[in-house]
């Protein structure tokens, strides 16, 4: 869009997350997660695609979580 055109924008880059994931690994600090989401069909659907894209990297371990509502927790 003209008016955003000198908004820097980020870009998708597989290959470069990939290697930042290797590097946390090889520190001993791999990425691990419980991603909560809401029953929602929003937010539900959201959720499951972020589970499905970060799940396809290496040494990225991600668990969704889908709860019934946020009363529900309790911490």
Not at 28 to 38: C, E
Request: proline letters at 5%; one cysteine or more.
């Amino acid at each position: 869009m003209p008016f955003y055109a000198d908004i820097e924008t980020a870009t998708h880059d597989p290959a470069a997350a990939q290697e930042l994931f290797d590097e946390l690994a090889a520190e001993g600090k791999p990425v691990s997660f419980t991603f909560l989401a809401y029953t929602s069909v929003e937010n539900k659907a959201v959720a499951e695609a972020v589970h499905a894209h970060l799940r396809a990297f290496d040494h990225v371990d991600v668990r969704l979580e889908v709860i019934n509502s946020p009363r529900l927790c309790r911490g």
